[in-house]
């Protein structure tokens, strides 16, 4: 059975029903690492924005079977300018608790899936050099690291790098 079908999750819109859901993964996320890059937990209004950023863009989150939100992610436009309109930016984060079940990997599939019948024919992530299971869970995915910006942030004293990943989707699986 593909991830995408099993009884354990599904996936529908992200719309603002689930702001409340993503605000507690994603500041999770800001007090338990470097996978998001805030210090101090964002509100509510982060979360909205991020939505209205994703207007044209698949925007997913994923369900338990009880209805919980287990993850989101979204693509958005790399750039507001039209020679880049071929380019989009992913964002994808999942309750801690819910890694290494083949929910992200069956995320990102169907994210890929959908943006790619809108033309989109490359994929941009950007991770900390300390999140190094985001990097290799990218690799394994088809991104190639394209750029690293060294030591451009800070978080709890402590410096790393941005690593930006692009995924040929052309060129790809």
């Known amino acids: 059975m593909d991830d995408a079908n099993r009884a354990d999750f599904q996936f529908v819109r992200l719309t603002d029903r689930h702001v409340d859901g993503m605000l507690s993964i994603f500041n999770r996320h800001i007090a338990e690492g470097f996978a998001a890059y805030p210090e101090q937990v964002v509100s509510e209004d982060v979360m909205k924005n991020l939505l209205r950023q994703t207007d044209g863009y698949p925007a997913i989150a994923v369900e338990g079977a009880d209805g919980e939100l287990?993850?989101?992610?979204?693509?958005?436009?790399?750039?507001?300018?039209?020679?880049?309109?071929?380019?989009?930016?992913?964002?994808?984060?999942?309750?801690?608790?819910?890694?290494?079940?083949?929910?992200?990997?069956?995320?990102?599939?169907?994210?890929?899936?959908?943006?790619?019948?809108?033309?989109?024919?490359?994929?941009?992530?950007?991770?900390?050099?300390?999140?190094?299971?985001?990097?290799?869970?990218?690799?394994?995915?088809?991104?190639?690291?394209?750029?690293?910006?060294?030591?451009?942030g800070r978080k709890w004293d402590e410096p790393f790098d941005v690593v930006w990943m692009i995924k040929d989707l052309i060129r790809a699986d």
């Not at 809108?118 to 290799?136: D, E, F, M, W, Y």
């Open 70 to 152: 287990l993850g989101f992610g979204f693509l958005r436009p790399y750039s507001p300018q039209a020679t880049f309109a071929q380019t989009a930016q992913i964002t994808y984060f999942l309750e801690p608790s819910q890694t290494g079940r083949g929910i992200g990997t069956a995320l990102l599939h169907r994210l890929t899936e959908e943006v790619r019948n809108q033309g989109i024919t490359k994929i941009l992530a950007h991770i900390s050099s300390k999140n190094p299971r985001s990097v290799a869970f990218h690799a394994k995915h088809g991104f190639v690291e394209c750029g690293r910006f060294p030591e451009i």
